[in-house]
DNA sequence: CCGTATCCTAGCAGATACTG
DNA sequence: CAGTATCTGCTAGGATACGG
């Protein structure tokens, strides 16, 4: 490993960051991953059944976006009528602990929703 | 304080905190924060040159809509040429720290990028 | 300097229809 | 069942111009 600069890690890391960031800032993206959270594993259309009024288009999308950071993985049966299973990855599960924290911090305070603006 | 069940708890944390969210995975959201934690405070064109290239149309809108969610705090000084400062509230202090978790989180795994999915 | 008012465009969500 | 292919409408975001 070299010696990188922090300037230079810091850097990365807001890169990287804001990588997976524009993926789980789509829609449905959480909720997807909540689903999954909770179920542990599930088949495409019982998904789509849980979430409500999704398109297959929309949910094959993020499913696969997700797949490629690494939230999800996938696993195909070969029968007839197919089966597949997806699954959180244990990437995901460490994310779903920090995304708890946001969480508890989104209701600790509240929305204020009144102006901050103050005039000097 | 009244006796919630927790799923209602759960239901309501879930909600306020993707209201929040809708706010903050909007583009240059993360990035406008990012510029005020380092620089405490900030005016409004000094902000917009160092996002590089964002409007002035859409700077307005991220910094009002932070406003609201009351991530953000604004200073008007009635003076000629006007002068107004923006920085962070101490709600937006306590996000960033969630936030650095995050970013540590995402450099931890770095994106494998390969294909998870098995045939079984 | 600090924004709002307009207009324009690309890209994405959703509906529908269809395959292995 | 588990998706793709195709089309359409909408809206967020960007460019530009202007006003307090």
New binding site residues.
Partial sequence: MENKGIAEEEENKCQVFSHVWEVLG???SLLILKNLYEKETA??????RSLG????????????EMEREGLIS?R?FPE???????RVTARARELGIILNELGEWAVRWKSPKMASTKVQ
């Fill in positions: 789509k829609r449905w088949r495409f259309n019982e998904l789509k009024k999704i398109s297959s288009t929309v949910l094959s999308a993020r499913l696969l996938k195909i007839v009528p197919p089966r597949v299973e997806y």
